[in-house]
T-cell receptor, first 111, second 112 residues
């Protein structure tokens, strides 16, 4: 049973618009969440994280929102740029060294 | 070299071959990890090393054998693999076991 789910395998957004990537989790013990970005032929790159004591964390164009009651988090990218086209992985941790990853969402930003 | 490097980037091997994957981190981290990414599946944690000691083995078959000679290097020795072991193998490192993990580019392994 997957503890971290990314139900949208792909997303297509026009340049300049907002991209919203969603992630759901089932384990209420998770208290730290991360987003990784992956280009082809490269390893995942850490993008942004959020602790369960917060409901929002912002870094430039990237904002992560956490809704603990719904066990849902989302990554907002505003404005989206063609260079943002990549696969985005959501990951969760229960403060151990174990990161549980979702299956990823492929984002394509077109001009 | 900076960050986390992995060699080789691509590897094709037969089921009777023995090969090794190498990972090196240049970040001064104390923990290193092996992950497997199969097509359309989440990243799966295979092994965790902390201060050169294996602290986690996620029910990985014995045909995969990790080795961590020092805090900067991590190997994954492969022996008599199966075609279903074909995947992207990613190495990661972190300062402490609960800190953000930084990944290498991965080794794309194909078992024929």
């Amino acid at each position: 049973d997957q503890q971290v789910k990314q139900n949208s395998p792909s997303l297509s957004v026009q340049e300049g618009r907002i991209s919203i990537l969603n992630c759901d989790y089932t384990n209420s013990m998770f208290d730290y969440f991360l987003w990784y970005k992956k280009y082809p032929a490269e390893g995942p790159t850490f993008l942004i994280s959020i602790s369960s004591i917060k409901d929002k964390n912002e870094d430039g164009r990237f904002t992560v929102f956490l809704n603990k009651s719904a066990k849902h988090l989302s990554l907002h990218i505003v404005p989206s740029q063609p260079g943002d086209s990549a696969v985005y992985f959501c990951a969760a941790s229960d403060n151990t060294d174990k990161l549980i990853f979702g299956t990823g969402t492929r984002l394509q930003v077109f001009p | 070299e900076t960050g986390v490097t992995q060699t080789p980037r691509h590897l094709v091997m037969g089921m009777t071959n023995k090969k090794s994957l190498k990972c090196e981190q240049h970040l001064g981290h104390n923990a290193m990890y092996w992950y497997k990414q199969s097509a359309k599946k989440p990243l799966e944690l295979m092994f965790v090393y902390s201060l050169e000691e294996r602290v986690e083995n996620n029910s990985v078959p014995s045909r995969f054998s990790p080795e961590c000679p020092n805090s900067s290097h991590l190997f994954l020795h492969l022996h008599t693999l199966q075609p279903e072991d074909s995947a992207l193998y990613l190495c990661a490192s972190s300062q402490g076991r609960t800190d953000t993990q930084y990944f290498g580019p991965g080794t794309r392994l194909t078992v024929l």
